[in-house]
C-alpha cells in the first residue's frame, strides 16, 4: 500500500505540476489610435484689389485757341469753303477762298425789291425782301450799293483803295482778293433810299442815318449781321462798317446777336476754327 501511495503520489505530483504551470499572459496589444485629423488652416482673406484711380484724358498736342488768332496778313484756306458752308465760312486778314469760289446761282437783288445793282445768292431773297419790306414801312428805306463780287473784282476793287488810301489803310477797309465775304454772295453793302455812298469817309457814319440805325436794330432778325462792328477792329481785322451785313439765317444770326460776339468770334467758337 506504501508503494501505491507512492506511485500515486509520485504520478499525483507530476500531473499537479503540470496543471499548475504559470501560463504568462499574453499582452494585449495598444489599440492603434485614430488619428486625429489635422485642422485645416483658414487662409486669411486676400487684401482687396486696389480701385485704379481713374487715368486723366489726355491734352489734345494742339488744343484749339477759345478766340481766333491776332490779325496778321496771311493766306491760309479757310476750313468750311464748300459752297454749302456760307454760314460758317469764316473769312478775314488770315483764311481765305480759294479764286475759283463762284456761287451758281446767283440773281439781281431787285428780286427783293431793293433799288441799286448786284447780285445775291437766290437763298438770300426770301428774308431780304421781308427786311426791305420792314424797313420801308418803318420809314427807313434801304437800297443797296454793292453786293457779290468775284474774286477778279476783289481785285480791281483792292487796288483801287490802295491807289486813294496807301496800302496799310487799304487793308483796314478794304479785303484782300479771296479775303472778302462778297465772294461769297451773301453780303452787302446797303445805303439809305436815294443817298450817297454809305462809305465812312469824312466823318460820315451811316449807322446814325434813319436807314442805318433801323439796321443795326432790326437786321439780326432777319438773318443778318453786322460784320465789322464799331471799335472791334482788334476782333475783326477790318475797321467799322455799319453798311457790310452778311446773311448767316435768322437762327445763327439771333444766336451771334444774343452772344454779344461778333460773328467772327462767334464762328470760331462755333466750329469755325481751324
Not at 426770301?126 to 427786311?131: E, I, Y
Request: glycine share 6%; with cysteine; hydrophobic share 35%.
Amino acid at each position: 500500500m506504501n508503494r501505491l501511495t507512492a506511485a500515486t503520489l509520485v504520478g499525483l505530483l507530476a500531473l499537479s505540476a503540470t496543471s499548475f504551470v504559470a501560463v504568462a499572459p499574453v499582452a494585449a496589444a495598444d489599440p492603434t489610435p485614430t488619428p486625429t485629423p489635422a485642422a485645416t488652416p483658414t487662409p486669411a482673406p486676400a487684401a482687396p484689389s486696389p480701385i485704379p484711380s481713374p487715368s486723366p484724358s489726355p491734352s489734345p498736342a494742339n488744343p484749339v485757341p477759345t478766340n481766333p488768332p491776332a490779325c496778321r496778313i496771311a493766306d491760309v484756306p479757310t476750313r468750311y469753303r464748300a459752297y454749302t458752308d456760307y454760314q460758317k465760312t469764316l473769312l478775314d486778314w488770315i483764311y481765305r477762298l480759294p479764286s475759283t469760289y463762284a456761287p451758281h446761282d446767283l440773281t439781281t437783288v431787285s428780286h427783293a425789291g431793293l433799288t441799286g445793282t448786284g447780285y445775291v445768292r437766290k437763298l438770300l431773297i426770301p428774308d431780304l425782301t421781308a427786311m426791305a419790306k420792314a424797313a420801308r414801312a418803318a420809314g427807313a428805306r434801304l437800297a443797296v450799293q454793292s453786293a457779290y463780287r468775284s474774286y477778279s473784282t476783289q481785285v480791281a476793287v483792292f487796288n483801287s483803295w490802295v491807289r486813294q488810301l496807301g496800302y496799310a489803310q487799304a487793308l483796314k477797309g478794304s479785303a484782300r482778293p479771296g479775303h472778302s465775304e462778297h465772294q461769297l454772295g451773301t453780303a452787302l453793302d446797303f445805303k439809305s433810299y436815294g443817298g450817297r455812298a454809305p462809305w465812312s469817309l469824312g466823318g460820315y457814319d451811316w449807322a446814325k442815318s434813319r436807314a442805318g440805325r433801323w439796321m443795326m436794330n432790326n437786321a439780326w432778325k432777319y438773318g443778318f449781321v453786322l460784320s465789322y462792328p464799331k471799335n472791334k477792329v482788334s476782333q475783326v481785322c477790318y475797321g467799322y462798317e455799319p453798311w457790310h451785313y452778311r446773311y448767316v439765317g435768322r437762327t445763327i444770326a439771333a444766336a451771334i446777336h444774343t452772344s454779344g460776339l461778333t460773328p467772327r468770334y462767334w464762328l470760331w467758337k462755333h466750329g469755325s476754327n481751324q
